[in-house]
């Protein structure tokens, strides 16, 4: 039985899951394509709708 | 993003591929691949000296190929790992060329041409499909002359034209306008060169290019074999300047893009492609008038759509305030056509539901809000998950457990699931977490549980 986990995609929602798991104690594999992590959402300038900056 | 990169429970393997999974909940065995990046990743430490001497200019994939960066470079500036990679499909070195000009720029001595893909198993008890989705493709709709129109961007371009990290540094430019003022300047360094060809003549001469021209066109100096060499490199010459000079002027006019269209369901709610409602577009076009109008006061947006959906906290307000304080009017009706018009201003050709008369406006860039489409590598992934996928190819989930894929043990979240903002796939992210870590937590009481 193993405890970790296997995140695979390091968009926003990739990101989400893997904080929330290691902030509980989890050990978290995060696997990402690119070569940084970030997905659709770095690419954005703001987010609605209040204008925050997306990164 | 940074948090990832320092959390000690993170392990983060980036510029890598799933290869094969195994085994069941609470026992998977996965083989992941981690590409050759061939730099090291425990050597690099972004400084980016590398790319700076890199000779390979490359279309940049971040900036949606509006903006140029390295054959060695990092995903973008902020980019956790701040590793750099190199792309094996344009470096020199690994082209077989002779080059290596990063290895010897790079102090930490992190460049490794040598690098191989390597492969590493995972034991795990669970796997959280976060895997995304692609913006469509809008050259599928042919009336919208994507790709035929410089003008007309897709709503992913014009946020990195929108960014002040984007490759217009922020500056609404038209994309016609960056092309010819990147003509202005490739013609510029030809001019340069041929501009020192002849100076050397008129040194030899002692006599401007310009007055000796006027007299062998009159017939003089047909026998001299080195004039005749100047003549025809002067001609040269001028055909280059004529028309940067042109250009140049009409560089002159041109301005940020004030008078812009978006228009709405490119795509979505389009039953020749995917029938379904993407969400998120109709509040990415307000947010995008809006940032645009903080830009320059003086712009003005028109939203074609069929209706806008502004269905969360917050949004109806934001169409509102858009409305009322950003020069944004809201047309209802389909765009039925984009068409080319004067100085690379795109017309739009559309329905005036409320006026029922068909309409067309000039316009200086027109935004499409492309649908949310499956992601292209979601049916390999699927495949070696073993979980099955909707009818538009999304990974298949039923309304009561909406991160739950059809295998025990699989978790989905975000845009892999279905479209869906922000907002939305934190929720969900945060979701899929929380069923993750019931096996992490319980696993054996959930397997004596199941057997029971």
């Known amino acids: 039985m193993s405890k970790d986990i296997l995140v695979i995609g390091g968009g926003i929602a990739g990101i989400q899951s893997s904080l929330d798991l290691a902030d509980m104690g989890v050990k978290v594999h995060l696997v990402e394509k690119l070569p940084s992590i970030g997905g659709k959402m770095a690419q954005l300038d703001k987010t609605f709708p209040t204008n925050d900056c997306a990164i | ?452």
């Open chain 2, 1 to 452: 993003m940074l948090d990832v990169g320092r959390h000690p429970n993170i392990d983060l393997l980036a510029y890598s591929e799933i290869e094969k999974v195994e085994g069941e909940e609470g026992n998977f065995k996965v083989t992941v691949r981690r590409k050759a990046r061939y730099v090291e990743e425990d050597k690099c430490t972004g400084c980016g000296a590398c790319k700076e001497k890199c000779p390979t200019v490359v279309p940049d994939a971040f900036n949606e190929g509006m903006g140029e960066r390295k054959a060695i470079y990092s995903w973008f500036a902020q980019g956790i790992p701040s590793t750099h990679t190199i792309d094996p499909n344009y470096c020199r070195q690994l082209q077989g060329k002779k080059c290596g000009v990063c290895a010897k720029t790079c102090q930490a001595g992190a460049v490794n041409f040598e690098q191989k893909d390597r492969v590493v198993e995972l034991t795990v008890g669970a796997i959280i499909v976060a895997a995304g989705y692609d913006v469509f493709d809008p050259s599928r709709i042919p009336e919208y002359r994507y790709d035929k129109l410089a003008n007309v961007v897709t709503a992913i371009e014009f946020e990195r034209l929108l960014s002040a990290s984007g490759p217009t540094g922020g500056h609404l430019d038209r994309p016609s306008d960056r092309a010819i003022e990147a003509e202005i300047e490739a013609l510029e360094k030809k001019a340069g060169k041929s501009q020192k060809v002849i100076a050397k003549f008129e040194e030899q001469f002692g006599q401007a290019s310009a007055d000796f021209y006027s007299s062998f066109q009159k017939g003089e100096y047909k026998d001299d074999e080195e004039r005749n060499k100047w003549a025809e490199k002067y001609k040269e010459h001028l055909e280059i300047v004529e028309p940067l000079e042109a250009m140049k002027k009409k560089a002159e006019g041109f301005t940020a893009a004030k008078r812009l269209a978006f228009i709405q369901c490119v795509g979505s709610r389009d039953f020749r492609f995917y029938p379904f409602c993407s969400g998120y577009c109709c509040m990415h076009s307000i947010k995008e008038a809006i940032i645009a109008h903080e830009h320059g006061p003086e712009t003005t947006s028109t939203i074609f759509g069929m209706d806008i959906r502004a269905i969360g906290k917050g949004f109806e307000e934001y169409k509102i305030r858009g409305g009322n304080h950003s020069n944004i009017t809201y047309v209802r009706g389909r765009v039925a056509e984009i068409q080319a018009g004067p100085d690379n201003n795109p017309v739009v050709i559309y329905e005036d539901t409320k006026e029922r008369m068909v309409k067309s406006e000039e316009f200086d860039m027109v935004i499409l809000a492309t649908a949310c489409a499956p992601t292209k590598g979601i049916y390999e992934l699927a495949d070696k998950l073993g979980i099955e996928l909707d009818a538009y190819d999304f990974v298949k989930t039923s309304p009561l457990s909406p991160v739950d894929t059809s295998r025990p043990g699989i978790f989905v979240c975000g845009c892999a699931g279905a479209p869906m903002d922000v907002p939305e796939s934190v929720a969900q992210a945060s979701s899929a977490a929380e069923r993750a870590a019931e096996i992490a937590f319980y696993g054996d009481a959930r397997k004596e549980k199941a057997v029971a």
